[in-house]
């Protein structure tokens, strides 16, 4: 079993910038794919960015070049950089772990943390 905790969300302007953190507990984080997912309200949860285990990265068409995934194995950690935020990146965002299958369907994901809320205002 996997324990996903996010932080980092907040209230920020638009143009500002924020870095989510994801701390995982349990079993062996370095062997899985970790990935970043936002929902907004009324809204479905959308796939952001995934990094493998050795460092590879994808994202989503909504985030390329403004958004960077990254994770420290040592700290058990995976991290969102968010830049050029706009007030529709308000939304909640999820860590999720271990995939089987496309990045971008949630049922893909095994692992979910509880969400941080991110509030761009304009």
């Known amino acids: 079993q996997v324990q996903l905790v996010e932080s980092g969300g907040g209230l920020v302007q638009a143009g500002g910038s924020l870095r989510l953190s994801c701390a995982a507990s349990?079993?062996?984080?370095?062997?899985?794919?970790m990935g970043w997912f936002r929902q907004a309200p009324g809204k479905e949860r959308e796939f952001l960015a995934a990094?493998?285990?050795?460092?590879?990265?994808s994202y989503a068409d909504s985030v390329k070049g403004r958004f960077t995934i990254s994770r420290d194995n040592a700290k058990n950690t995976v991290y969102l950089q968010m830049n050029s935020l706009k007030p529709e990146d308000t939304a909640v965002y999820y860590c999720?772990?271990?995939?089987?299958?496309?990045?971008?369907?949630?049922?893909?994901?095994?692992?979910w943390g509880q969400g941080t809320q991110v509030t761009v205002s304009s």
């Open positions: 999720a772990g271990d995939v089987s299958g496309s990045y971008y369907y949630t049922s893909s994901w095994h692992y």
């Open positions: 349990g079993r062996t984080f370095s062997r899985y794919v």
């Open positions: 990094i493998t285990w050795s460092g590879l990265s």
